[in-house]
């Protein structure tokens, strides 16, 4: 009896440490896939560097009480079959991942999540992951500030071209 609880001690201590160097942690019920989906969605968490698994729902609220401010995990929100996404880099990561996954698999649904400290519903999950990856952002920019450069030299180009083509018929 006393290893059940070794074990589950352990399993708490290994999720308050996940938790306390998390940037985000997504919570999701993951009723209703199969084994190959969840096979396939777990390797898409593990190339993006995102943890996934399903814990049960008292060592979760046991763990983040120890962790401190998030009482997010508690008996109203944390109900049901449920499995946690936590990221320590990127933190929209996970809930990129479930949104994309789930326009395929709707079974697949957000029930909630922290992202850097705030407190995100599923709804907000679902708009968090709308926003485009820093990457796609620094590119439109880039693109952006390409464009103007780009028609002048054109433009120039197209000028000097006009000039040997008179040149050349004088």
């Not at 907000?124 to 880039?142: D, G, N, V």
């Amino acid at each position: 009896m006393s290893n059940v609880i070794e074990v589950k001690k352990s399993v708490v201590a290994d999720l308050v440490e996940k938790l306390g160097k998390s940037t985000s942690c997504v919570v999701v019920d993951y009723k209703g896939l199969t084994v190959e989906e969840v096979t396939e969605l777990r390797n898409k968490f593990r190339e993006a560097g995102v943890d996934y698994k399903v814990y049960k729902n008292t060592l979760v609220r046991r763990a983040a009480s120890e962790v401190g401010n998030m009482d997010m995990f508690d008996d109203v929100n944390l109900v049901g079959t449920n499995a946690l996404a936590i990221s320590y880099e990127d933190a929209i990561a996970p809930a990129k991942i479930i949104n994309d996954f789930a326009k395929d698999h709707p079974n697949l649904e957000f029930r909630m999540g922290y992202v850097e400290g705030a407190f995100y519903d599923a709804e907000k999950l679902t708009e968090l992951a709308k926003i485009p990856s820093r990457e796609q952002l620094i590119a439109k920019l880039l693109g952006s500030l390409k464009a103007p450069v780009s028609n002048f030299v054109y433009l120039l180009d197209a000028v000097a071209k006009k000039k040997d083509e008179e040149e050349q018929s004088a």
